[in-house]
């Protein structure tokens, strides 16, 4: 018995090692797979990435991670837009801006708010002269940049007359982010229209990674460690189902 036992040992260690490897190469194939799902279907207003671009994926995955819960250690972002969105998406539809925009709000003020050293301010960060230029109110008695209605319209405006100039969703988020004269000039200089192709500054140059990153964490918050309020899963159900009734019809 002893003879058996000790020739069989052998062959069964062999076989458990072998199932441990297929093991473990099924995860990191799931995992492969599974990121290179997730590039596939991450996009703005329905730009995607550059997909088999390694630059532009290690910079998505480094901003995704840097929105984990883990890192921000907030539910606010959830509980603000559970109470923006309402307010925010029917006033981009009647402007025909796509919805994504809604998160800009969240990545300009979100996490911060008060004025900014520039003199930024307001759910939408407008300066001064911006804000009125589109219809706000910005004087030493009131600030409509801090109203999400009307700054929301003045918003949808801009981002409209930017679309005009630019012809890109991407182009237009980081324009609005950046100035729409310094990203004509990129644009000539580089002889470049790709958002994800372009060299800019630092901040400009992860803006629409942000607000792809704001986007996941919303619709998606048990992937990222968050839990959203009820208030906003409900509205989020909702408005699925209501998409849901149009594709059917």
């Given at each position: 018995?002893?003879?058996?036992?000790?020739y069989n040992m052998p062959q069964a260690a062999?076989?458990?090692s072998k199932e441990e490897k297929i093991t473990s190469t099924?995860?990191?194939?799931?995992?492969i797979t599974k990121e290179a799902s997730?590039?596939?279907?991450?996009?703005?207003?329905d730009e995607t990435l550059p997909l088999g671009d390694v630059k532009v994926e290690r910079k998505m995955k480094r901003t995704l991670a840097a929105h984990y819960f883990s890192n921000l250690q907030t539910n606010k972002l959830h509980r603000k837009a559970a109470e923006w969105f309402p307010i925010i998406e029917p006033i981009l539809a009647a402007y025909g801006i796509p919805e994504d925009f809604k998160y800009m709000p969240l990545v300009e003020s979100g996490l911060n708010s008060?004025?900014?050293?520039?003199?930024?301010a307001g759910f939408w960060q407008f300066m001064p002269g911006t804000a009125r230029m589109y219809g706000l109110k910005v004087n030493a008695k009131v600030d409509e940049r801090n109203n999400l209605r009307k700054s929301t319209i003045?918003?949808?405006k801009y981002i409209k007359e930017l679309y005009r100039t630019f012809d890109s969703w991407t182009l237009v988020a980081a324009a609005y982010n950046v100035g729409d004269g310094h990203m004509r000039r990129q644009i000539s200089k580089q002889n470049q229209d790709n958002y994800f192709k372009l060299k800019l500054n630092?901040?400009?140059?992860?803006?629409v990674y942000k607000l792809i990153s704001m986007k996941q964490i919303v619709e998606n918050p048990n992937d990222y460690g968050y839990t959203a309020p009820r208030t906003l899963l409900a509205y989020n159900a909702e408005r699925d189902?209501?998409?849901?009734?149009?594709?059917?019809?």
């Open positions: 018995m002893a003879k058996v036992f000790a062999k076989s458990i099924d995860t990191l194939t799931s995992n997730l590039m596939d279907q991450l996009n703005f207003a008060g004025v900014s050293p520039k003199g930024a003045a918003a949808a630092q901040e400009t140059g992860g803006y189902r209501k998409a849901e009734d149009k594709t059917v019809e």
